[in-house]
């Protein structure tokens, strides 16, 4: 058994350099009673990947039980649920525009931490759009989600520029904190591919489901 032991240079993510290793492995031809095994950061990497999309799941499915027990209707409460999907389209699109790579901790951990954060625009829709529904039984379906919207249009577009103010330093690099400015930047564009463009979708799509 012959042990390789390698460092990566300070901001290179180690995974994405397994991959490339893994690509040239692909194309060599070696002798098929040797096997290659990636341990160390690799290995551990692969084990919060696991453990990050376990809690991802198990969040997911007792958000939609508490939406279920909360609305009493499977389609409204998938709508809510679908802002965490547009969320995670988000989250690529940035890492891709970015040129970032996929960190199965810090993105993984990212995603499930705010995963309860993007749904709130969506319950505040739902739950507006149901209770002028009681109050206006008569109303036209269409007049009721223009009042319902215009009602939390001001709360929804406060929060969102109150999140843009606060990550604008971070996401720019302006940061103190030990961790560095590669993490924390990194970190803070992925709440920004994360948020804005699922909110613009929903602006314009969650009213008309």
């Known amino acids: 058994m012959e042990l390789i032991r390698a460092n990566v240079r300070e901001g290179v993510m180690a995974d994405s350099m397994v991959f490339q290793i893994e690509e040239w492995l692909a194309s060599q031809s070696f002798d098929p009673a040797i096997e290659i095994r990636f341990r160390g950061a690799n290995e551990e990497q692969a084990d919060s ?21 909360q609305f009493n209707n499977f389609y409204q409460s998938s709508l809510i649920l679908l802002a965490v999907v547009m969320s995670t389209a988000g989250v690529l699109l940035g890492l891709l525009v970015l040129g970032s790579p996929f960190s199965a901790l810090l993105t993984g ?4 931490a705010l995963a309860g954060i993007v749904v709130n625009n969506n319950i505040i829709l739902i ?7 009681r109050q206006h039984p008569g109303m036209d379906i269409r007049d009721v989600i223009v009042r319902a919207t215009a ?18 330093p971070l996401a720019a690099g302006f940061s103190v904190d030990l961790a560095g400015r590669s993490i924390t930047a990194e970190g803070k564009w992925r709440c920004f591919g ?4 699922r909110r613009l979708c929903l602006a314009y799509r969650l009213p008309r489901c």
């Open 49 to 69: 990947m696991a453990f990050v999309s376990a809690a991802f799941l198990l969040a997911l499915a007792i958000m939609f039980i508490l939406l279920v027990s």
């Open 109 to 112: 951990v990212g995603v499930v």
């Open 127 to 133: 739950d507006t759009f149901n209770h002028v529904q």
């Open 151 to 168: 009602q939390r249009l001001r709360p929804v577009l406060l929060t969102t520029i109150t999140t843009v103010c606060g990550l604008l």
């Open 194 to 197: 994360r948020r804005y463009p």
